[in-house]
């Protein structure tokens, strides 16, 4: 996401570059461009305006600093207004125990699947969460929520044969703390469209069950639809905060800019994946150095300290100092690496990505997938001496891995690489290698 909009932007602020000072021509020159990128970006009319004239009145007579250049500081005035626009602060969940979180939405937003995330998260947190399924309509969305419960080891509220969505969410709020759970996330129905029954019937449950939060869950891939449905939410509802869904799409990502503004509630989580950890917390400004193109270390480097293990990464620390580091020590770091996410995604949090030298390379995720298997498919004598790995050892493993020999020849010149530069390195004082 982002990818076409931070692209248009770039190129804006490239033009200023040779250009000696700011002034109000070229201020407005600039401008009228960004404007022009935001409303093919999808971001909402009235948003876009009012994001231009601030940045304008704020761009025009500002001193710049010797060092850098004017388009350097457009880029400075784009990004504050960016993380203006966003929010300014994070504003992460952080409910008291006892509460109960209630998710709403249209149908396909993703509330059954973000339901088990949020419950993974909490989780994480010292939290014992319960999903209630309050979606008697659509066809197996309770046995989809039963099977994402069981998958990641949360209890799911047995509902009885009761299809009034409100008479479940009071009786499993009625008999959680009883049963030692001390927070609720309540998975509400929702409908192709809004309509009146589908209100009323959220109303409802927030009169009798009183939720400490309601999360409205937009899809990001619908652009300014998704941003009507957010203000139809907050209008008739009332919300608490915003989870915006498949922000690791190819969206132009206009509604996770126009949200906030669009409803004045905060944009609290986002959804980066399909998998169960791909749920993160929303911060303005790392949202807003991606979408410039600088990147996001802050992101890269949480992600690896929850994935990497660190006694593991203290073994081969050691391993690499005494010069033996073996293939399944490399299966190993494959492994973590690839627990870190997809690698197109972590390149993109790298600083200077699609303004550097890495715009337009594509990360092959496959040749970490084939080498896993190549790896995999040794004997454990193999992997610690690669050097008796023949011929027909090499047809083995090629048989037992879904590859050629050819594959297998250039992992192994890969390795003996990698050797040769861990020993050079290992001269040189402590290696963390690579994310130790």
């Given at each position: 996401m ?5 692209d248009?932007?770039n ?11 700011l ?10 461009e ?46 504050d ?22 998710l ?25 969460p ?32 009761d299809?009034d969505?409100v ?36 109303r409802q449950?927030?009169k ?10 937009a ?9 009507r ?28 800019l ?23 917390v ?32 203290k ?12 293939l399944?020590d ?14 197109q ?7 200077g990505?699609?303004r550097?030298?890495?715009?337009g ?9 084939k ?24 047809k083995?493993?090629?048989r ?5 020999v ?31």
């Open positions: 982002f990818e076409d909009l931070r248009r932007l190129a804006t602020f490239k033009r200023m570059l040779g250009q000696g000072k002034n109000e021509k070229n201020i407005s020159d600039a401008l009228r960004v404007r022009k990128v935001l409303l093919e970006a999808d971001v909402n009319y009235k948003v876009a305006k009012e994001f231009v004239a601030k940045a304008e009145q704020e761009a025009i007579g500002r001193e710049i600093t010797r060092s850098i250049t004017p388009g350097q500081e457009m880029i400075k005035v784009i990004y207004k960016l993380v203006e626009l966003l929010g300014k602060e994070p504003s992460p969940l952080r409910p008291p125990k006892g509460s109960k979180i209630m709403v939405g249209l149908q396909g937003s993703g509330k059954t699947t973000t339901a088990g995330k949020l419950a993974k998260w909490f989780s994480s947190q010292g939290f014992k319960l999903l209630v399924p309050a979606d008697p309509y659509r066809p197996a969305a309770v046995d989809q929520l039963q099977i994402i419960g069981k998958s990641l080891g949360v209890e799911v509220y047995a509902a009885t044969q299809r969505p008479k479940v969410c009071q009786k499993a709020a009625g008999w959680a703390l009883s049963a030692g759970f001390d927070l609720l996330i309540l998975d509400t129905a929702g409908r192709l469209h809004i309509d009146e029954r589908m209100m009323e019937q959220l449950i927030k009798k069950v009183s939720p400490e939060e309601i999360l409205l869950l899809d990001a891939m619908t652009g300014q639809e998704a941003v449905v957010a203000e139809e939410f907050e209008t008739q509802l009332g919300i608490d905060g915003i989870i915006l869904t498949k922000l690791d799409g190819d969206a132009q990502g206009g509604a996770a126009s949200m906030r503004a669009a409803t004045g509630r905060p944009i609290r989580m986002v959804g980066v994946g399909e998998k169960p950890e791909d749920l993160e929303f911060y303005p400004d790392r949202m807003a150095s991606r979408i410039l193109g600088m990147g996001d270390v802050v992101s890269l480097v949480e992600k690896a300290q929850a994935a990497v293990d660190q006694e593991q990464a073994k081969i620390e050691a391993k690499l100092l005494q010069h033996e580091f073996t399944q490399f299966l190993d770091q494959i492994k973590q690496v690839r627990k870190l996410g997809p690698l995604s972590l390149v993109e949090l790298i600083p990505w699609g550097g030298r890495l715009r390379a594509e990360v092959d995720e496959r040749e970490l997938v080498a896993e298997a190549i790896i995999g498919s040794m004997t454990p004598l193999e992997r610690r001496k690669p050097h008796l790995i023949d011929g027909s050892r090499k083995r493993i090629a037992g891995s879904g590859t050629a050819q594959d297998i020849n250039r992992l192994l010149k890969e390795f003996v690489m990698i050797e040769k530069m861990v020993k050079r390195m290992g001269k040189k004082g402590p290696i963390r290698f690579p994310f130790g």
